[in-house]
C-alpha cells in the first residue's frame, strides 16, 4: 500500500515538472529568438522581425504578436477583472449558503439541498458560456442600457462564472463549518449568545482557515476557467477598467490562438505558451499564499 502511495505521489511531482519544463522551454522561444512577422497581404519584403522582451511582456499594454507588441497586462487585468466579479458573486452567497446548511438547516433540509446545490458543478462549462452570452448580457443591457453594456462584456462572464464557482465555495465551506467542534457552540449558547452570534462571532473565526482554503481554491478555479470567458467576455485584447466592455482572458486567448491556425515554432505559437507559463506561476502564487493563509489562521481542537 505504501508503494502504491508513493507511486501516486511521485507521479504527481512528476508530471507538474513535467509540465513546468515543456512550458519553460517553449516559453523561451518567445524570448530568445527573432521572431519575424508579415502583415496581411504583405510582399515578402515587407515582413520585420523583431526581439520580444520580458520586461515588455510583463509590463506591456498591448497585446498584438503579429505586430510584435507583446504586452500581456489586458489579458492579465481581464483574467483578474472576471475573477473579482466572479469571487463577488461566489463568496458571499456561496458562504451564507454554506453557514445555513451548517448551522441552521435540519439534516433532511442538508440532505435534499446540498446535492441541489452541487448539481451546479456538474453542467459543462461551455453551457454556462452560453447562458451569459444569451441571458446574461441581454439582461444587463436592458437594465444598464444598449450603449453601455457591450454584447461581449467581462461582466456577464464573471457573473456565471461566479454561479459556476458557488458551490464549490458552499461545498467547502460548509464542510469546514461542520468540523467545528459542537462543544464551542455549547459553550458560547451557554454563556446567552444567540444563534447568530454564536454563527458569527464564534463558529465562523473558528473555520477560518477552511474558508480561507475554499476561497483560495475558489479563486484559482476562476483564474483557469476557460469556456465561459471565451464565449462571453470577448476575442480581442482590450485594456480597459470598464467591467461592461469587451476584453479577453488569458485563457480565452490560448483558446482561441490554438486552433491550429498557427504552425509549430510561429510567433503566435509561442506566445501560448507564454502566456501558460505566465497563469501557471499566478496559480502557483495563490496556492503558495493559500497555504500560508490556512496555516497561520489553523485552529487545532483537542
Known amino acids: 500500500m505504501g508503494g502504491i502511495l508513493f507511486f501516486c505521489g511521485f507521479l504527481s511531482i512528476f508530471t507538474t515538472i513535467g509540465v513546468v519544463v515543456i512550458l519553460g522551454n517553449q516559453s523561451l522561444h518567445l524570448f ?30 498591448e497585446w498584438v504578436p503579429d505586430q510584435l ?5 489586458p489579458l492579465v487585468f481581464s483574467t483578474a477583472m472576471t475573477s473579482l ?7 458571499p452567497l456561496g458562504l451564507g449558503a454554506a453557514i445555513y446548511l451548517s448551522e441552521y438547516a435540519t439534516p433532511s433540509i442538508r440532505k435534499t ?4 446545490l452541487e448539481v451546479l458543478a456538474g453542467i459543462p462549462t461551455v453551457v454556462y458560456g452560453y447562458f451569459a452570452l444569451t441571458f446574461m448580457s441581454p439582461v444587463l443591457r436592458d437594465v444598464l442600457g444598449q450603449d453601455t453594456v457591450r454584447t461581449f462584456n467581462m461582466a456577464s462572464a464573471g457573473l456565471v462564472m461566479g454561479i459556476m464557482i458557488l458551490p464549490l465555495m458552499a461545498s467547502m465551506s460548509e464542510d469546514a463549518l461542520s468540523a467545528v467542534p459542537r462543544s464551542l457552540r455549547e459553550g458560547s449558547a451557554g454563556l446567552g449568545a444567540t444563534k447568530l452570534e454564536t454563527t458569527i462571532r464564534v463558529v465562523v473565526p473558528a473555520a477560518i482557515s477552511g474558508i480561507i482554503a475554499a476561497l483560495i481554491i475558489s479563486i484559482s478555479r476562476a483564474v483557469g476557467e476557460t469556456m465561459i470567458v471565451a464565449i462571453a467576455a470577448g476575442a480581442s485584447p ?3 477598467f470598464v467591467p461592461f466592455d469587451y476584453a479577453e482572458t488569458m485563457t480565452g486567448h490560448v483558446v482561441r490562438i ?8 510561429s510567433v503566435g505559437y509561442n506566445s501560448i505558451f507564454a502566456i501558460a ?4 506561476f499566478i496559480t502557483l502564487a495563490l496556492n503558495i499564499v ?4 490556512v496555516t497561520r489562521f489553523r485552529e487545532v481542537y483537542e
Not at 508579415?38 to 526581439?51: D, I, K, L, N, S
Not at 466579479?85 to 463568496?91: E, Q, R, W
Not at 507559463?277 to 501557471?280: K, M, P, V
Open 290 to 293: 493559500g497555504r500560508y493563509l
Open 238 to 240: 482590450n485594456f480597459t
Open 85 to 91: 466579479i466572479a469571487m463577488f458573486v461566489a463568496v
Open 277 to 280: 507559463f505566465l497563469l501557471f
Open 113 to 116: 439541498l446540498k446535492p441541489i
Open 32 to 61: 530568445n529568438r527573432e521572431q519575424c512577422v508579415q502583415a496581411g497581404g504583405a510582399t515578402a519584403e515587407e515582413v520585420f522581425c523583431g526581439h520580444a522582451t520580458i520586461g515588455e511582456f510583463l509590463t506591456g499594454t
Open 69 to 73: 507588441k507583446f504586452g500581456v497586462l
Open 258 to 265: 490554438s486552433g491550429g491556425e498557427n504552425p509549430y515554432d
